[in-house]
């Protein structure tokens, strides 16, 4: 792909820091705080967080670090990052068939992947609209390329987050991949709940950890709505799961959990995040 069809970076100097030089230093920083004591050498899918570095970067760092842990590292051909839609322009899931520019250098797209997944969903299709205003799948291209966790990337945008979304768009990667017989990883990118006490934010995510921790899938998905908790990309989290759990994974392995407060000390009205890696 040409850089000058390349989507640019539009959330630098906002949600991570301006300038290569300064953003190296940061997630060199937030690497270094980073521990995984687990092993995580088998996972197939993880979850990290989309807020600004400043708020969420800590517990980011610990899905690249776990990211970095795999069997396969070097190996790995692309990373097929997932996030919700939070602007409502677009596809219902939309795949981005162009490379992205960042701070770091461009991440390519892997055209041949994406038009495959395109092909083998119902629902999913080239769309660059959606991914235009959108941070939450460019805040962690600064990681992934930093820490060269793959080759090329697939980018999706998903509006739609129905169970019957995911699991359309999850049975697409899952052809895709073998048919094309890349070696893949899925990120899901996605906060927890917003703006409610801390306390009370735990106490919902504690019981979508739980269900996440043996990846039902649709329980996970089911259960966000019933018991109103406002993880922004529920959707993806749900076709991470379904992919790891295509791969052989068992377990949802919770790497880090923190909230805002954690930065500002106002407990009252918080953002939670958390890292997982799926096993």
Request: proline share 3%.
């Amino acid at each position: 792909m040409s850089s000058m069809q390349a989507r640019k970076a539009a959330f630098e100097g906002s949600f991570y820091p301006r300038g290569k030089a300064k953003l190296e230093f940061t997630i060199e920083s937030l690497m270094r705080m980073a521990k995984v004591n687990v092993d995580v050498a088998d996972a197939a899918a993880y979850v990290a967080p989309h807020a600004g570095y400043q708020y969420s970067g800590r517990t980011a760092a610990h899905t690249f670090m776990a990211m970095g842990m795999n069997r396969n590292r070097g190996a790995i051909d692309d990373v097929i990052v997932i996030g919700p839609n939070h602007t409502g322009v677009g596809n219902p899931v939309s795949v981005s068939l162009i490379d992205w520019e960042t701070p770091l250098g461009t991440a390519e797209t892997d055209t041949e992947l994406a038009s495959a997944i395109c092909s083998g969903s119902s629902i999913a299709g080239q769309d660059e609209t959606a991914h235009y205003g959108e941070h939450s799948i460019e805040v962690q291209l600064p990681f992934l390329i930093h820490e060269r966790i793959a080759r090329r990337y697939v980018f999706i945008c998903m509006g739609d987050q129905s169970i019957e979304a995911c699991m359309d768009l999850a049975g697409a990667i899952g052809k895709a991949v073998k048919s094309t017989g890349r070696n893949a990883l899925v990120l899901a990118s996605s906060d927890f709940n917003h703006y409610e006490p801390a306390d009370v934010g735990k106490r919902k995510d504690e019981e979508l950890f739980g269900i996440l921790h043996g990846l039902d899938y649709q329980a996970f998905n089911r259960r966000v709505y019933e018991i109103q908790d406002s993880a922004c990309g529920y959707g993806p989290i749900t076709v991470a799961a379904m992919y790891a759990k295509g791969k052989g994974a068992s377990e949802g392995i919770l790497l880090s959990y923190s909230n805002s407060g954690d930065m500002t000390q106002e407990f009252g009205e918080v953002v939670d995040y958390a890292s997982f890696a799926f096993v």
